[in-house]
């Protein structure tokens, strides 16, 4: 029997029980829908953290004050870090492109009658390439403002608009913690990392913020940023020694700062959320395999339904080929077009969830292609043992039954 007539015998049995045969692919095309929403929601969070973490800074490496303890380094309000620090790791370091001390503290705001809290943030000029930072009016401080501590802030965009609304901040005067700063610039919006807002901050000079507001003579943290494709280890290391060197740290003692690798934190967080993401996948696929066992029950269903129209079909010259290419077909069909449903269902799906979530999903070719693949496996390795029982009917025992 030619495989065209094969394949149509197949297609006319599916549509002459148009409700069985849905109801046997629902189980398939839920599977196919849930694998596609499940990676597509996980990649879309993998993205969306990503976009948290590189938002911090590329190619950025930390370094903050700790203090030893047993087990490892903590961190807290201790006072290890010195501006000669970032001055040494400038000069003897290698692969550094651009570093900035960083001071950190809150103060109070004040613009007219207007007033807020906010953070208030002492770096230096490098800093807002080194963090992403970028001006959306006015200029950054110099280096001679640094040098000479000077009086000058550079507002979030929040800040900027709480004390000036809509009207023009740059070259005003506002007082923060009493103090009078003229601002000369105001940052583009860049977004919120956990509870802490970029946009709800003040920058200062360093120098500023360390002797004429919080008068203190040590730093809460270096950020660094190195030479595109030096390794970030290599200059972790080289950090590590030059700080216990200057600070006279004795080999059996542990460190009194801590170096934060970002390359380290990224490759972290991708490898959570992969393994996440095939989780789901995998509790998505089971519905799949439940599906399959579906079609196999139907399919069994039908073998006993047509056991007399197998036996006349063998009786008139039909070989058990035959047979078992056709109902392996119709189980294939099944499973294949129940894919299909599938992959459009999950696509609106994940589509339509960032409706209802803070991020977008993330549709890969991949994971659709995979989960249409994996459907038309499951047709197949179900729906074999139904085609060979049928192939398997002796014609006679067959045309004998009711």
């Known amino acids: 029997m030619l495989f065209f007539t094969t394949c149509k015998m197949a297609m006319r049995n599916l549509l002459a029980n148009k409700l069985r045969s849905l109801l046997s692919m629902l189980g398939i095309i839920i ?108 200029r950054a401080f110099t280096d001679l403002e640094i040098e000479q501590r000077a009086k000058v802030a550079l507002l979030g965009s929040d800040t900027a608009k709480e004390l000036f609304g809509t009207s023009p901040a740059v070259r005003e005067k506002i007082k923060i913690n009493g103090q009078v700063f003229q601002v000369v610039g105001v940052l583009k919006p860049k977004g919120t990392q956990g509870p802490f807002s970029f946009d709800d901050q003040a920058l200062v000079p360093y120098t500023t913020a360390m002797h004429r507001m919080l008068g203190t003579d040590y730093l809460s943290e270096i950020d660094i940023q190195i030479v595109e494709g030096v390794k970030q280890a290599e200059v972790q290391i080289a950090l590590e020694r030059l700080l216990r060197l200057r600070h006279k740290i004795l080999p059996e003692k542990e460190d009194d700062f801590n170096v934060r ?38 399919m069994l269903v039908t073998v006993t339904e047509r056991t007399r129209e197998i036996g006349v079909r063998k009786a008139i010259g039909a070989q058990d080929r035959d047979i078992l290419v056709q109902f392996l077909l119709e189980s294939t069909v099944m499973s294949s077009l129940g894919g299909f449903l599938g992959v459009v269902a999950g696509i609106s799906i994940a589509l339509c969830s960032s409706w209802v979530t803070t991020f977008s999903a993330v549709i890969e070719f991949r994971s659709g292609a995979m989960a249409l693949l994996f459907a038309v496996g499951v047709g197949i390795f179900f729906g074999f043992y139904p085609a060979r029982r049928a192939a398997q009917l002796d014609p006679i025992d067959a045309l004998g039954r009711e």
């Open 261 to 298: 690798n970002m390359a380290e934190m990224v490759a972290a967080v991708t490898s959570i959320s992969q393994t996440f993401t095939l989780l789901l996948g995998a509790v998505a696929a089971i519905s799949m395999v439940v599906g399959g066992i579906g079609i196999m029950n139907i």
């Open 31 to 138: 599977g196919v829908s849930a694998v596609i929403v499940m990676l597509a929601v996980g990649a879309g969070a993998q993205a969306r953290v990503l976009e948290h973490v590189t938002a911090l800074g590329s190619n950025l490496i930390m370094v903050m004050p700790g203090q030893p303890r047993s087990g490892g380094v903590r961190g807290g309000a201790v006072e290890t870090l010195l501006p000669e620090d970032a001055v040494a790791m400038r000069e003897k370091v290698p692969g550094i492109r651009g570093l900035s001390p960083v001071v950190r503290g809150s103060g109070q705001f004040k613009y007219y009658n207007r007033n807020k809290q906010a953070s208030i943030m002492g770096v230096n000029s490098e800093y807002l390439r080194i963090r992403n930072f970028s001006i959306d009016q006015g």
